[in-house]
């Protein structure tokens, strides 16, 4: 049995062998986009789906329950032929209505009747579940070529609008290509003016800011080539005075050493004068010994003396 989504009716069921009747399935897409709203179209293509498996399944059932009548009614033919082989074979000796009782007449009359209705209930419940099946197998074709076309016009319909929309959306974007390429030209332009305006003015700007800037720098140079004589003026000065001060301790040094040299040449003369006359002094002790030797003999040579070196001395 089907099962209702949302608005969405079932179309057929088949519930103990009565077909309902056909109810289209409601259709309604929202468009966005790119065509049809997606989630729509799944729910709309499942629940198509879901009702041809619920037909498919109906239709199996209705072939289950006509082959089970099938069998019922093979199962009645088979039950009327062994009543009628069970009346054959008892009317196999014919007995006369006279020579037969009541009671015998009555079993063989209730037994013909019986296996009449049986036969009648039979045929007419196998030639009704053929029917049903029949039918039921028509309507599911139907249904089936039904939902087939509707899905094929759906499809068609989807694809024009798409088709539409693609269109449409490409002038569109077409449209707001071309407007955002004047657009942009315009900016440019509007751009360019600008800055050929700024640069204008930046150049304009920069003359007067190097003019001011070379004048700053002329005066800066007089001011430095002013700062520079005084300082090389006081550089002079000082200089000068650095140079008198080394003259005057370069005359004061060389006095100091010709006060010393002449000390030491004072000292020199003193020294020799003083051994001028240790070395008179000594000639007269070797006189001495001299003449006391040659009054004495020879002697053996002395060692050399002191005063032996001084008189080896330069003089």
């Known amino acids: 049995m089907l099962e209702p989504r949302g608005d969405e009716e079932a179309t057929m069921t088949i519930h103990s062998g009565q077909p309902d ?21 799944r729910h709309y293509v499942h629940d198509a789906e879901f009702e041809l498996r619920t037909t498919a399944a109906d239709r199996d059932a209705a072939l289950v329950q006509a082959e089970r009548l099938r069998r019922h009614l093979e199962a009645a033919r088979a039950e009327n032929r062994r009543l009628r082989t069970r009346v054959d074979r008892m009317c196999r000796r014919p007995l006369s209505v006279d020579a037969a009782g009541d009671l015998a007449r009555r079993v063989v009359e209730l037994a013909h009747e019986e296996a009449d209705q049986i036969t009648t ?8 579940s053929w029917a049903q099946a029949a039918a039921a197998g028509g309507r599911l074709a139907r249904r089936h070529q039904w939902l087939l076309g509707e899905l094929d016009a759906r499809r068609r319909a989807m694809e024009r609008e798409h ?4 269109e449409n959306t490409v002038a569109h974007l077409t449209s707001v290509t071309l407007h955002a390429e004047r657009r942009r030209r315009e900016l440019d332009e509007c751009a360019r003016q600008q800055r050929d305006r700024i640069e204008a003015d930046f150049t304009a700007a920069m ?3 190097r003019a001011e800037a070379l004048r700053r720098v002329a005066d800066q140079e007089s001011a430095t080539a002013v700062l520079a004589a005084e300082r090389d003026a006081v550089a002079a000065a000082k200089a000068a005075e650095v ?3 080394a003259i005057g301790q370069r005359d004061a040094a060389m006095a100091q050493a010709a006060r010393a040299v002449r ?12 051994r001028d006359r240790v070395l008179a002094e000594l000639r007269a002790v070797q006189d001495v010994l001299s003449a ?3 009054v004495a003999g020879p002697v053996a040579p002395r060692p050399r003396t002191p005063a032996d070196t001084a008189r080896a001395l330069p003089s």
Do not use: C, K, M, N
């Open 21 to 41: 009747e056909l109810v289209p399935l409601a259709i309604g897409f929202d468009a966005s986009l790119w065509g049809f709203r997606r989630d729509q179209v």
């Open 121 to 128: 209930q039979a045929r007419a419940a196998a030639e009704q």
């Open 163 to 166: 088709r539409e929309l693609v």
């Open 207 to 209: 003359s007067v800011r």
């Open 243 to 245: 140079v008198r001060r």
């Open 263 to 274: 000390e030491a040449a004072e000292q020199v003369s003193a020294l020799r004068t003083y």
């Open 292 to 294: 006391a030797a040659a």
